[in-house]
């Protein structure tokens, strides 16, 4: 049973940093190499965001609203993805959720998400 954990979310004041990071479990190890990973958001009232995504070959995209300050990075042996988050400001207030599209499942699955609150 595939799962995924995120963890690192917080409170922190504006032009702080979290890194947060997301374990997947129950997946054997070649089915991560071969996932796309991602980080979305969603904000009160507002609907789920992309924020990242690193492919198997390493392609990353990024929301405009992240570029230069946000950072994902993957470490298959551990099976894990990481978003570094720098410079954050009141609008990246949101709970993060980690996504993982295993084509050799032919389905994707979502972490429950973790909170990240910026504010003096």
């Known amino acids: 049973q595939v799962q995924l954990k995120e963890s690192g979310g917080g409170l922190v004041q504006p032009g702080g940093s979290l890194r947060l990071s997301c374990k997947v479990s129950g997946s054997i190890l070649s089915v991560f190499i071969s996932s796309t990973m991602g980080w979305y958001r969603q904000a009160p009232g507002k609907e789920r965001e992309l924020v990242a995504a690193?492919?198997?070959?390493?392609?990353?995209d990024y929301a405009d609203s992240v570029k230069g300050r946000f950072t994902i990075s993957r470490d298959n042996a551990k099976r894990t993805v990481y978003l570094q988050m720098n410079s954050l400001a009141p609008e990246d207030t949101a709970a993060y959720y980690c996504?993982?599209?295993?084509?050799?499942?032919?389905?994707?699955?979502w972490g429950q998400g973790t909170q990240v609150t910026v504010s003096s």
């Open positions: 996504h993982a599209d295993f084509p050799a499942y032919r389905r994707d699955y």
């Open positions: 690193i492919s198997s070959a390493g392609t990353i």
